[in-house]
């Protein structure tokens, strides 16, 4: 399996990677806080970090929802992030148009689980010379983004994670099954395990989504037990204010414990 490298950071070697931040940038201040705390936290835990948010999101249950900041403040302040705390960063992108500017800041282009299907965001985010995260879609078998794959493959990019995020169980839940980690990773590319949004009501709050981020940490350790190359988390100081996923983000102070037991049972595994 190949190891991907974002700036000073290796993914798929033998440390487990971070990938985590807030959902959505809120404002610049949350940025660097949530940035330094982790950067801090991952350096005595020797994990490589990545620091995640995002200028919109596109994909709100609501109109009535927070998007975040826009393109240009948004990257603005992920700018700022990379430049002041000195980590790669990652933002996800919606629409072919958006990934020039995007690609000038980021070091890891993501695309969204109800996109990953989507060839021409595929190819292009393929194309920008940034390293690809493509989410798998709750709506796909784990088999399935071997398809996907092979359309980054096809624009030439060899720097490639995929995340697993859930999958669709009924209405308003999902369920995480550990089976689709080895399976993408037979694909010979990093796995990463997004644990709180594997914890996501989709919808099940009416005009906006639900979780149970009690859950996080739980399936987050058997994602790690099974062997995934990193774990994707979003994190927040005061997650009941935040504005995007709160319900299953985890809490800034409660990442410590989450992180070194994550460690330990890496460690454990050899």
């Keep these: 399996m190949s190891v991907v490298t974002v700036g000073t950071v290796r993914v798929g070697g033998p440390a487990l990677a971070l990938i985590a931040g807030p959902c959505v940038i809120e404002d610049e201040r949350l940025c660097l806080r949530v940035a330094e705390t982790l950067r801090e936290l991952t350096a005595q835990l020797r994990m490589p970090f990545i620091f995640k948010a995002s200028y919109d999101k596109a994909n709100r249950s609501s109109v009535r929802s927070f998007r975040g900041l826009g393109l240009k403040e948004g990257l603005e302040i992920l700018a700022k992030v990379k430049e002041r705390i000195g980590v790669p960063v990652l933002t996800d992108v919606h629409s072919v148009e958006e990934i020039a500017a995007a690609a000038e800041v980021c070091d890891v282009l993501q695309v969204p689980a109800f996109l990953c299907r989507q060839t021409d965001l595929l190819i292009a985010v393929a194309k920008s010379g940034c390293v690809a995260n493509v989410k798998k879609g709750q709506f796909l078998a784990p088999g399935d983004m071997k398809n996907v794959v092979e359309k ?119």
Excluded at 218 to 232: P, Q
């Design 152 to 270: 980054i493959e096809s624009a030439g990019c060899r720097r490639l994670l995929l995340t697993e995020r859930g999958t669709t169980f009924g209405y308003n839940n999902l369920v995480a099954d550990m089976r689709s980690l080895p399976i993408m990773r037979s694909f010979g590319y990093p796995v990463i395990f997004d644990a709180t949004h594997s914890v996501q009501a989709p919808g099940g709050a009416g005009d906006h989504s639900g979780g149970d981020a009690r859950f996080a940490p739980v399936l987050a350790r058997a994602a790690v037990a099974a062997g995934c190359d990193g774990v994707f988390m979003e994190t927040h100081p005061d997650p009941s204010s935040a504005l995007s996923d709160g319900p299953n983000m985890i809490s800034l102070r409660a990442m410590r414990g989450v992180l070194e037991s994550l460690c330990a049972i890496r460690k454990a595994l050899g």
